[in-house]
């Protein structure tokens, strides 16, 4: 292990000034699942290393119409949490989804995002959510969609100064439906051959009113599969639609070949995955009367 000096910030203000101070030479650490990794395979050597744990007020779930989620708030709290269940069970389902309980009590929603590794199983859901990631420096805040946010393989739009504070999710789509689909084909605790997060809400004619499509593992980045959306609209909710929309996802993903697959199979894989993600969802939605 490489040696860094580690400082523990005792409030917002601090930690921001310390990253003002030390920006490109210093990494911070949440529940530290993804970061000690990098530093073990010396894939990132910070000189210092900034503790967010002793940070009082990072780790809320609330619901105020939106949900609004701390940064520190682990993925077993939100696996767990009545707020996230109720009002966005997509999220609730792919943390129970996550590794073992021992990683996911550690690891948090804000670290997934900033960690940016395709493979995770958050970036999708939340992209499908809608959410957006709320961002602050000693410059000021600045919000900024989730589905915009991953620039490349493990790279997003945050500057060395800036922490995520909060993920708000907005009120979602009335009587929408919401499907995770996680291959696995290996272990349970493995990380996903391919994933899918899907949301899709009905008109009152059987009609898709909205739809929204995420993969994970399918690329450098999360991808949103906007040319999915965009077949699906205004389109009877059926079978058939399900299948044609589904298949336009091979020409939107470019996914990297290794031990879990071929890119082929993994693209395969992603077709399979979004028709079975969107039919889930269309059978959980709720249509106006
Ligand atoms: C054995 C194992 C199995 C796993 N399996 C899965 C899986 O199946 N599915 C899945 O989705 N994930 C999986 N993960 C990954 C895990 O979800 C992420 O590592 C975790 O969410 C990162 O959160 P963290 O709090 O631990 O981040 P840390 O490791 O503390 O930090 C990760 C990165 O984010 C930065 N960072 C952290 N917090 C902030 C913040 N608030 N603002 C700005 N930057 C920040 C750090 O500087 C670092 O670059 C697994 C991890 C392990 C170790």
């Not at 073990?40 to 009082?56: D, F, M, N, T, Y």
């Not at 298949?247 to 070949?257: G, K, R, T, W, Y």
Request: proline share 6%; charged share 20%; hydrophobic share 50%.
């Amino acid at each position: 292990m490489i040696s860094f000096t580690y400082l523990e910030p005792a409030s917002l203000d601090e930690a921001l000034a310390l990253l003002a101070q030390h920006g490109d030479q210093s990494k911070l650490i949440a529940g530290g699942t993804g970061l000690i990794n990098l530093m073990k395979q010396r894939l990132v050597r910070p000189s210092i290393v900034i503790g967010l744990r002793a940070l009082e007020g990072l780790a809320g779930i609330e619901e105020k119409g939106e949900l609004r989620i701390g940064a520190l708030a682990t993925l077993q709290s939100l696996a767990m949490a009545e707020p996230i269940r109720c009002s966005a069970p997509l999220l609730a389902e792919a943390c129970g989804h996550v590794a073992t309980v021992r990683i996911r009590s550690m690891a948090t929603l804000g670290g997934a995002m900033a960690q940016a590794d395709p493979n995770l199983d958050t970036p999708p859901v939340l992209i499908a959510l809608d959410a957006q990631i709320v961002a602050r420096s000693q410059r000021g805040e600045r919000i900024i969609p989730v589905d915009r946010f991953f620039t490349g393989y493990y790279e997003t739009l945050l500057e060395p100064d800036e922490i995520v504070t909060e993920i708000p999710i907005p009120v979602q789509p009335a009587g929408s439906g919401t499907a995770f689909l996680k291959f696995l084909p290996a272990t349970q605790d493995d990380y996903a051959t391919v994933s899918v997060a899907a949301r899709v809400a009905l008109d009152g004619n059987g009609g898709i009113a909205d739809a929204r499509v995420a993969l994970g593992a399918a690329a450098m980045v999360p991808v949103r599969a906007t040319a999915v959306e965009t077949a699906l609209a205004g389109q009877k909710a059926d079978e058939k639609i399900f299948r044609d929309a589904a298949a336009l996802v091979a020409d939107a993903i470019d996914p990297i070949a290794d031990f879990r697959g071929s890119a082929d199979y993994k693209r395969k894989m992603a077709v399979v995955h979004v028709r079975r993600a969107l039919a889930e969802a269309a059978t959980k939605a709720k249509p106006p009367a």
